[in-house]
């Protein structure tokens, strides 16, 4: 009984991180595009403003059970994948 | 022009952050209720094994433009924080 229970919420996991697996891409994809046009207009990548009011956003709508400051670090290192991304997309761009 | 073009980015990518804060708080759920069955059977909270299995499953899912390297960092940052509850949870129930 115990197991057919686990199986189930196991897969309701696994579907749950195919679900956030196409959301993080999806998430890369729309910060390409705004790398993108802050290339175009020569302004700096990181905007550690913006940075600061996405991580309030997420305080502020936080439902739990996740911590604020879990979910903070989580985000964060989002953030800098995301970054790290653009910055490899610039180099491409230079290099053409 | 590229300012309303990256206010419009901005705003797809705030929408986003939200449906990721809300999916990662929902696995966060789930994996609590799977720290409950566990440790109800009296089994360990971490399987090395399924989150190799779950790990690989991003691998053979991931459509870019992230890394899989840099997808399985951040989801094993989301697992430590899962099973970080789950040791709470644990904590609260031995206190009660």
């Known amino acids: ?5 686990l199986e189930e919420l196991r897969k309701q996991l696994d579907d749950v991180n195919l679900q956030l697996l196409d959301l993080i891409n999806e998430r890369a994809r729309v910060a390409q ?11 700096n990548r990181f905007d ?5 009011d996405m ?17 903070q670090h989580i985000f964060k290192e989002i953030f800098k994948a995301s ?14």
């Not at 970054?83 to 053409?96: I, N, R, Y």
């Open 1 to 5: 009984m115990a197991n057919e229970q």
């Open 83 to 96: 970054l790290e991304l653009q910055e490899d997309d610039h180099s491409k761009a230079l290099l053409v």
């Open 55 to 71: 991580l309030d956003t997420i305080s502020e709508n936080n439902a739990g059970p996740f911590e604020t400051s879990t979910l």
């Open 33 to 43: 595009e705004i790398g993108k046009v802050k290339s175009a207009q020569g302004s």
């Open 48 to 52: 550690p403003v913006r940075e600061r």
